[in-house]
């Protein structure tokens, strides 16, 4: 096709996505009122240049509740664009209708996004799938750029392309230290962040572990056990112990040293490496750090009727399939109902209303708890300690990307609590 008529949808990342998938020469946004124009016009072309994808872009404006006037509209796109197809996935029904009958009308060719096979579908030819293939077509930054936003930082792994196997493999042996030790893993970091604290920033810096610090009139106690656990497993090197009880270490590199001191680190890179095990994901990045315009969120805000307000600029992990990115939000502390109020919204305003918010926890939420319904009622994915612990984290992934989760007042959970559980092995 050489032209792409586009229904304009509240939705970023459908009025994007038949571009994408189709490669037009041009994209004629129809329908669209002037102030959505002013608002998503920078967006969209920024969108499309910073993917290297050349394409005109024009905006049409026309009432498209009155069908006089969407079928004139339509008559001069297509007696100056011969060569047209009109994209009818998103906008609003009556706006559809319209748009609709007046293409059958005027012989223009009609595709629609599935959203349940995920695939296009030729409407001209008795609904027949196009074989265009969504998965892999939208990463991570695009979801950003599109909604007005950028990815300012992430968690880089690319050193690690060589050892890839090794790096994740230390990973879940780490993760197997942090569940045995659960309870006395948060004292535990703040031991280390004090005596790492103690020497230079450097990796190869050598950590003096005493038994007890004393910091700001506290006292922090080393944990012998954990310790020695991180030492087999590979974590330390250069590991060293003194006459006077006093340990000695260097971390196995800057990463490690950053993940060790961090509580919450490693419910992070599991549920990355988990969801990378479930392969239905095209790319999965951790610690996102991002900004976006905030008036152009205020303006979103009126535009879905969606609650947006200011939170923290990091999501911890983000892991995408089609046009249906997870927005993944890790704790290890007790859950709190602000954690729901704080990465729904996230999630809602940077995939446009298609992706999905998850809260993942080390502690059980049981279904009677306020957390579980309101997560619920809002389709906030949970992924808790239960499941952790029952070894599905791998399959709760899975059933996101697939949309087929189940929710723990359902039966079907209690069937899949019944099966294996699935070990997560780095192939």
Not at 4 to 33: M, Q, R, T
Not at 134 to 146: A, K, P, T
Not at 272 to 300: G, I, M, P
Not at 415 to 424: D, F, G, K, M, P
Request: proline residues 3%; charged residues 25%; contains cysteine.
């Amino acid at each position: 096709m050489e032209t792409l008529i586009e229904l304009f949808d509240e939705s970023p990342v459908l009025n994007i996505l038949a571009c994408v998938a189709f490669k037009p020469k041009k994209l004629i946004f129809f329908g669209a009122n002037p102030n959505e124009i002013e608002q998503s016009k920078n967006d969209y072309i920024r969108f499309f240049k910073r993917r290297k994808e050349k394409v005109d872009i024009e905006f049409i404006t026309v009432n498209m509740l009155n069908l006089r006037e969407v079928e004139t509209g339509l008559e001069k796109i297509i007696k100056d664009n011969p060569d047209c197809v009109l994209d009818v996935t998103g906008g609003k029904d009556l706006a559809l209708l319209a748009a609709g009958m007046a293409a059958v009308r005027l012989g223009v060719p009609l595709v629609f996004y599935n959203k349940k096979t995920e695939k296009y579908v030729n409407m001209n030819k008795y609904c027949c799938e196009m074989d265009v293939d969504i998965y892999g077509l939208l990463n991570c930054q695009d979801f950003f750029c599109v909604s007005g936003g950028s990815i300012t930082d992430f968690e880089d792994f690319s050193e690690y392309n060589d050892t890839r196997r090794e790096f994740w493999q230390l990973v879940l042996n780490i993760w197997d230290i942090y569940l045995k030790h659960m309870g006395s893993w948060p004292s535990h970091v703040q031991y280390l962040q004090k005596a790492t604290h103690n020497f230079s920033q450097g990796s190869d810096s050598r950590i003096k572990c005493p038994a007890v610090l004393n910091s700001n009139g506290h006292k922090f106690y080393r944990n012998d056990d954990i310790i020695n656990d991180l030492r087999s497993c590979g974590a330390f090197k250069d590991f060293e112990k003194c006459e006077n009880n006093d340990f000695y270490f260097t971390y196995k590199d800057s990463n490690f040293k950053r993940y060790l001191t961090d509580v919450g680190a490693f419910l992070e890179l599991y549920i990355h490496v988990c969801a990378l095990q479930t392969r239905c994901f095209s790319d999965v990045l951790s610690r996102v750090k991002y900004n976006w315009d905030w008036e152009y969120a205020n303006y979103s805000k009126q535009l879905h009727n969606t609650l947006f307000r200011p939170a923290s600029n990091e999501i911890d992990v983000i892991a995408v399939r089609g046009i249906e990115p997870l927005y993944i939000s890790c704790k290890t502390s007790s859950p709190e109902m602000k954690y729901i109020d704080e990465i729904y919204p996230q999630a809602m305003r940077m995939s446009g209303g298609e992706g999905h918010a998850v809260f993942a926890c080390t502690h059980t939420i049981d279904k009677e708890m306020p957390i579980y319904n309101k997560a619920k009622a809002l389709g906030v994915y949970i992924i808790d300690g239960e499941d952790i612990k029952n070894g599905l984290v791998i399959e709760r992934l899975r059933q996101m990307a697939e949309k087929r989760y189940i929710w723990k007042d359902e039966p079907g959970y209690q069937e899949l609590i019944n099966r294996s559980a699935l070990t997560v092995r780095i192939e």
